[in-house]
């Protein structure tokens, strides 16, 4: 994805990178279960039109998801707006929502 080309050329975003525990946690779950989790904490934090605590909504570590949201700049709205060209203020379309959680999954099997 050329997305993620673009992120790999930012020091703030290639810092990203996944500890042991996060693979040992993707290895117990399954891929499958991950892609899950990445599907609900979009729908759930991302995609709504107003987010109340948008920029502190997506914590820097607890999930391997909440890791590859930040190195692929799906953690906020602003963030989403400045790097995917999706503006804020308008809730997420299914396929936006689609769209975000495959360069996450991307990001995360680039790490396996």
Not at 100 to 112: A, D, G, R, T
Request: charge should be positive; glycine fraction near 4%.
């Amino acid at each position: 994805m050329d997305i993620l080309n673009k992120l790999a050329k930012s020091e703030f975003r290639n810092r990203f990178k996944l500890k042991a525990k996060d693979l040992e946690y993707i290895k117990d779950k399954g891929i499958d279960k991950i892609y899950t989790h990445a599907k609900d904490f979009i729908k759930k934090r991302i995609a709504p039109a107003e987010i109340p605590n948008d920029g502190k909504q997506t914590p820097m570590r607890g999930h391997p998801v909440f890791i590859a949201q930040h190195a692929t700049a799906t953690c906020c709205r602003g963030c989403i707006e400045k790097w995917h060209k999706i503006p804020k203020g308008k809730e997420l379309t299914l396929s936006q929502q689609e769209h975000l959680v495959s360069i996450i999954m991307e990001w995360l099997k680039k790490q396996l």
